[in-house]
Each structure stands twice: as structure tokens, then as C-alpha cells.
């Protein structure tokens, strides 16, 4: 079997950045794996002599490329020490090519076929394993084991085991297209309510777009074809189920609280209403609570802004109910603590996606139906922009990124003000963001600023935030909060060596809390 030239090249073109001196694990990508031949190394990890035919080899490998087609496909490059760089990083395999090709067909469940090129490089002989993609809805299994059998799919550049049921059927779903809001929910179109399709048209209308304008002047039954909510056999789709007819439990818990595990000021749980009219309510009310601060850092916008700005506000609400698992009975939570804003949703990240790769991995969602109509209400992004844009907004107003978190069962989005205690903490170590904390020169020159460990120590010259003594924080808080440069086309960073202040608080009242 003759793989495709791009893979290859790819691999080609993985083997050059080595050659030239960077480390063979930083080359590697979704669809780019470095391997090591096992046979190579002995018992005190010392180089030796490797196999031409060797069963736990081949298992490995197997399992590998199994984990690999049950993703996107790509290729192994094998004789490469992932930890190396340069010609140290070639140490070479003897594995026989076509062997080890019928290897892994025998040991994969259903037969997974990969090509399997030799190549040379720094003087020694390497394997170039092309994978394909896994087009059916049944994943690979690889016998990792006499007794053993594995199914995995490579989430970023790791392998991550599917365990249960849920996460099988989940990525069966996702393989065969199976989209749940395009399903017919067996609901007359009747049962959508008029304060619901009310909600549609001015959700249309407040987008100010003409052809949207338009759309909202057609009557009931011609505006929910065109949106694709009502079905040829006059029932609703399930996305129009959801968006117009009532519910018996809501579907949106809104909590306000003044803080953490303090008993809500205010709460929004609507049942008997279609989810946009939930989700305009819930909208309002966090606008009506969404005090306003003052923007006082040198790259950060001037003025007086939100403490949490609106598009983030929007784009975390819209996210949850465009991706979240829609079998699941649970609402979705938000809780609004002073100038936090935490939004849970229930059901795991989907298509590949994890904390780390969110910004960078494409975005997939379980309801495209859904998505498609958030979208021509213009409540969604276009596909795959929704995320960066809640990055852009919250970095452009001087606050510090979001964060988004898997657990118990779902996703977690958080977004803050400046003024949150720890919030530069907690955010700034979420993600593999460019932001440091303010430290010494010896500390600069030891450590790169996007590095994973933070520094917490104050420099001498920091200058304490102009907020009341309630809010100022204090000297172990002190931080300089790079934004996010690379999503502003701005590479400058703040100058000098002390901290800026983000943002301080406004002189204008609070909002009344009460419920």
C-alpha cells in the first residue's frame, strides 16, 4: 500500500527541524507522532543493537497507530528519540517494514492497513508509518497484550484511553455524523409558544442586518422552515423543540451571589419556556449586574468598560447550549459571583478538543443543526471562531484570559475582572498562555515567560492598585499580565519592570443585587 505524498512530506519535513535542532517531541503534532524503536534500548536504557521481529514491538506500535487512525490519521516517524535533538535524536530502527506492516493489521481490530516507507537520515535507517483515518463508526482496538486489548484515540499529542459506554457512543456519534438537534422530537408545531418565536424575531432584528430584518417579517411557519426548525412532516426538529416549546424543568439555572458559597441575591429558574427565551433572560439579567470598571493599563483599552465584557458574557453562554449534551437532563449553571462569571455545561468537550487544545484545535460541536441556527440569529460566531473571539474581547479590556476546565461530566468556563482575587493566578496557569508575573532580572533571564511555573515573587519597584484597601491586592499579587499579543497582532509588552495595574474600580455605585 502506497501512502499519500503529503504524509510523507510531512514527516520529510519533521525530520529537517530535528536535523536542524529542535527537539523531536516538540515537532510532533495531532497527526505527528516521534517513536522510539523499544528493541533499541536495554535493560539501563543504554543503546543496543535493535530487532528486526519483535512481538511486543509490534504491539506497541500497533496500538500507536490504532490510537492514531481512531483521531484524524497521520504518520509515525519510528527511530526517533523523542527527547533528542539534532543528529543525537536519530538513533535508528531495524524493524523490517513489511513485518511490522502485517503486524499491526493482525493485532488491530477491525484490520487497520498502514503504509510503511524506509528513510535515511544522519546515517541511520527510520520508519515513516502512515496511518489512515478511521471513517467507520466501530474505533480500532489494538491487542496490546496476550490478554490485553486497548481502544484509544490521540487527543493533542498524547493517547487517551475510551473507557464506558458514554464515551464510545460519543465518539460513534461524532464518526457517523449523527447530529441530536436535527432529530425529529415528535412535537407538533403547535407546541411551539408565540413568546418564543417572538424571541426569534428579535433576536433577528437586533442584529441590525437587512437580509436578517427580512427573515424576521415571514410568518411563523415560513420563518421556523427557514431557520430548519420545523420539519417536512410539520413537527419540530429537535432544535426547535428546544428553542420554542416549554420545557417542564428549565434548562438555565442563574444564580447571583456577592460571593463564593454565599446564598444567591438573585435567581433565574424559568421553566415552561423555549431555551432562547431562557437565554435572552439570563443575558439581561448578568447586563443588569455587570458593574462597570475603569480601564487604566497602557495596552489594555482605555475608558470605562464591563467588568466582564459582553461578548465574553455572550459567547460562554452560547458555547454551553451549542455543545453541551443535550440527552443529559441537567441545566446548565451560571453562577455570577461578584465579578466572575462561571458557566457549566454539562457533557464532555467533543471532536478531539481538551483544556489545552481549545484554542487551537478546530471546533466541533454535537448539534450542528442547533449551531447552524445560533448562528443565523448571529447569537454564534461563524464555526470555529467562537472561543478566540471570548480570548480577543477579554485580553483586549486588559483582563486576563479565560479559562475552561472537564469536570464531573462537563465543562467549566470561567471569565473575570482584574479585580477577582487570584484571578491572574488561577487563569494564567490554566493554559499555556503568554503571561508571566512580575519577577526579578535573574528570574527573567532563567526562565522563559511563557513557561508553565509561574513566578510569584514581587519586584521591588511594584506599584500597589489605586482600588480601596478592600480590593487592593497584596504584595504576593503584584503581577505584570502580558495579553494575548499573538491573537492582537501586538507583540509589544508592557515596559519597565514593575507592575500596571489592569484596571481599578469605578467611583459609579453598584448595581442594586436584590433579587
Same mark, same amino acid.
Given at each position: 500500500?502506497?501512502?499519500?505524498?503529503?504524509?510523507?512530506?510531512?514527516?520529510?519535513?519533521?525530520?529537517?527541524?530535528?536535523?536542524?535542532?529542535?527537539?523531536?517531541?516538540?515537532?510532533?503534532?495531532?497527526?505527528?507522532?516521534?517513536?522510539?524503536?523499544?528493541?533499541?534500548?536495554?535493560?539501563?536504557?543504554?543503546?543496543?543493537?535493535?530487532?528486526?521481529?519483535?512481538?511486543? /514491538?509490534?504491539?506497541?506500535?500497533?496500538?500507536?497507530?490504532?490510537?492514531? /487512525?481512531?483521531?484524524?490519521?497521520?504518520?509515525?516517524?519510528?527511530?526517533?528519540?523523542?527527547?533528542?535533538?539534532?543528529?543525537? $535524536?536519530?538513533?535508528?530502527?531495524?524493524?523490517?517494514?513489511?513485518?511490522?506492516?502485517?503486524?499491526?493489521?493482525?493485532?488491530?481490530?477491525?484490520?487497520?492497513?498502514?503504509?510503511?516507507?524506509?528513510?535515511?537520515?544522519?546515517?541511520?535507517?527510520?520508519?515513516?508509518?502512515?496511518?489512515?483515518?478511521?471513517?467507520?463508526?466501530?474505533?480500532?482496538?489494538?491487542?496490546?497484550?496476550?490478554?490485553?486489548?486497548?481502544?484509544?484515540?490521540?487527543?493533542?499529542?498524547?493517547?487517551?484511553?475510551?473507557?464506558?459506554?458514554?464515551?464510545?457512543?460519543?465518539?460513534?456519534?461524532?464518526?457517523?455524523?449523527?447530529?441530536?438537534?436535527?432529530?425529529?422530537?415528535?412535537?407538533?408545531?403547535?407546541?411551539?409558544?408565540?413568546?418564543?418565536?417572538?424571541?426569534?424575531?428579535?433576536?433577528?432584528?437586533?442584529?441590525?442586518?437587512?437580509?436578517?430584518?427580512?427573515?424576521?417579517?415571514?410568518?411563523?411557519?415560513?420563518?421556523?422552515?427557514?431557520?430548519?426548525?420545523?420539519?417536512?412532516?410539520?413537527?419540530?426538529?429537535?432544535?426547535?423543540?428546544?428553542?420554542?416549546?416549554?420545557?417542564?424543568?428549565?434548562?438555565?439555572?442563574?444564580?447571583?451571589?456577592?460571593?463564593?458559597?454565599?446564598?444567591?441575591?438573585?435567581?433565574?429558574?424559568? /421553566?415552561?419556556?423555549?431555551?432562547?427565551?431562557?437565554?435572552?433572560?439570563?443575558?439581561?439579567?448578568?447586563?443588569?449586574?455587570?458593574?462597570?470598571?475603569?480601564?487604566?493599563?497602557?495596552?489594555? /483599552?482605555?475608558?470605562?468598560?464591563?467588568?466582564?465584557?459582553?461578548?465574553?458574557?455572550?459567547?460562554?453562554?452560547?458555547?454551553?447550549?451549542?455543545?453541551?449534551?443535550?440527552?443529559?437532563?441537567?441545566?446548565?449553571?451560571?453562577?455570577?459571583?461578584?465579578?466572575?462569571?462561571?458557566?457549566?455545561?454539562?457533557?464532555?468537550?467533543?471532536?478531539?478538543?481538551?483544556?489545552?487544545?481549545?484554542?487551537?484545535? $478546530?471546533?466541533?460541536?454535537?448539534?450542528?443543526?442547533?449551531?447552524?441556527?445560533?448562528?443565523?440569529?448571529?447569537? $454564534?460566531?461563524?464555526?470555529?471562531?467562537?472561543?478566540?473571539?471570548?480570548?480577543?474581547?477579554?485580553?483586549?479590556?486588559?483582563?486576563?484570559?479565560?479559562?475552561?476546565?472537564?469536570?464531573?461530566?462537563?465543562?467549566?468556563?470561567?471569565?473575570?475582572?482584574?479585580?477577582?482575587?487570584?484571578?491572574?493566578?488561577?487563569?494564567?496557569?490554566?493554559?499555556?498562555?503568554?503571561?508571566?508575573?512580575?519577577?526579578?532580572?535573574?528570574?527573567?533571564?532563567?526562565?522563559?515567560?511563557?513557561?508553565?511555573?509561574?513566578?510569584?515573587?514581587?519586584?521591588?519597584?511594584?506599584?500597589?492598585?489605586?482600588?480601596?484597601?478592600?480590593?487592593?491586592?497584596?504584595?504576593?499579587?503584584?503581577?505584570?499580565?502580558?495579553?494575548?499579543?499573538?491573537?492582537?497582532?501586538?507583540?509589544?509588552?508592557?515596559?519597565?519592570?514593575?507592575?500596571?495595574?489592569?484596571?481599578?474600580?469605578?467611583?459609579?455605585?453598584?448595581?442594586?443585587?436584590?433579587?
Amino acid at each position: 500500500m502506497s501512502a499519500s505524498n503529503e504524509t510523507f512530506d510531512a514527516a520529510r519535513a519533521a525530520i529537517a527541524r530535528v536535523r536542524d535542532g529542535e527537539v523531536a517531541g516538540d515537532v510532533e503534532t495531532e497527526t505527528l507522532d516521534c517513536k522510539e524503536d523499544p528493541t533499541r534500548r536495554g535493560p539501563a536504557g543504554r543503546l543496543q543493537p535493535g530487532a528486526v521481529q519483535d512481538d511486543d /514491538a509490534a504491539r506497541y506500535f500497533a496500538d500507536e497507530a490504532a490510537c492514531m /487512525a481512531n483521531h484524524e490519521g497521520g504518520t509515525l516517524l519510528v527511530g526517533l528519540d523523542d527527547k533528542g535533538s539534532g543528529p543525537g $535524536a536519530f538513533i535508528g530502527t531495524d524493524l523490517d517494514a513489511a513485518w511490522l506492516r502485517h503486524r499491526i493489521r493482525d493485532l488491530t481490530t477491525p484490520p487497520l492497513v498502514v503504509g510503511v516507507e524506509e528513510l535515511s537520515e544522519a546515517g541511520v535507517r527510520l520508519l515513516a508509518v502512515s496511518v489512515p483515518r478511521n471513517p467507520g463508526p466501530e474505533p480500532h482496538v489494538a491487542s496490546v497484550s496476550k490478554r490485553g486489548r486497548r481502544i484509544a484515540r490521540r487527543i493533542g499529542t498524547n493517547c487517551h484511553e475510551m473507557v464506558g459506554m458514554a464515551e464510545l457512543m460519543s465518539w460513534a456519534r461524532e464518526r457517523s455524523g449523527y447530529d441530536w438537534s436535527a432529530g425529529p422530537s415528535d412535537r407538533p408545531r403547535g407546541d411551539g409558544r408565540a413568546a418564543a418565536i417572538d424571541a426569534l424575531r428579535d433576536t433577528l432584528r437586533e442584529s441590525r442586518e437587512p437580509g436578517r430584518i427580512e427573515l424576521a417579517e415571514h410568518d411563523d411557519d415560513a420563518l421556523l422552515r427557514r431557520l430548519q426548525l420545523l420539519r417536512d412532516d410539520g413537527t419540530l426538529a429537535q432544535a426547535g423543540a428546544l428553542l420554542t416549546a416549554p420545557a417542564r424543568s428549565p434548562r438555565i439555572l442563574y444564580l447571583n451571589r456577592q460571593a463564593v458559597g454565599a446564598p444567591s441575591t438573585h435567581r433565574i429558574e424559568q /421553566a415552561g419556556r423555549g431555551l432562547l427565551e431562557e437565554l435572552r433572560l439570563v443575558l439581561d439579567a448578568i447586563e443588569a449586574r455587570n458593574r462597570q470598571i475603569t480601564g487604566a493599563g497602557e495596552h489594555a /483599552a482605555r475608558g470605562v468598560v464591563r467588568a466582564i465584557p459582553r461578548e465574553a458574557i455572550r459567547e460562554a453562554l452560547v458555547n454551553a447550549v451549542m455543545h453541551r449534551d443535550w440527552d443529559r437532563p441537567e441545566p446548565i449553571t451560571v453562577d455570577h459571583v461578584d465579578d466572575q462569571l462561571i458557566v457549566f455545561s454539562p457533557g464532555e468537550f467533543f471532536g478531539g478538543v481538551t483544556e489545552q487544545t481549545v484554542l487551537t484545535t $478546530a471546533s466541533r460541536t454535537r448539534n450542528r443543526r442547533l449551531g447552524d441556527v445560533l448562528r443565523s440569529l448571529r447569537l $454564534a460566531e461563524r464555526e470555529g471562531t467562537g472561543v478566540d473571539r471570548m480570548f480577543v474581547e477579554m485580553i483586549r479590556l486588559g483582563h486576563p484570559p479565560p479559562t475552561f476546565q472537564q469536570r464531573d461530566g462537563g465543562v467549566r468556563s470561567r471569565a473575570c475582572s482584574p479585580r477577582t482575587p487570584r484571578c491572574h493566578l488561577r487563569c494564567a496557569t490554566r493554559l499555556a498562555w503568554p503571561s508571566r508575573f512580575t519577577c526579578s532580572a535573574r528570574d527573567r533571564r532563567s526562565r522563559s515567560p511563557s513557561s508553565p511555573r509561574m513566578h510569584r515573587r514581587s519586584h521591588p519597584t511594584s506599584r500597589r492598585s489605586s482600588g480601596s484597601p478592600s480590593t487592593r491586592p497584596s504584595s504576593s499579587r503584584r503581577r505584570t499580565h502580558d495579553r494575548a499579543a499573538f491573537q492582537l497582532g501586538d507583540s509589544r509588552t508592557p515596559s519597565g519592570s514593575g507592575s500596571e495595574p489592569c484596571c481599578r474600580t469605578s467611583p459609579a455605585p453598584r448595581p442594586s443585587r436584590s433579587a
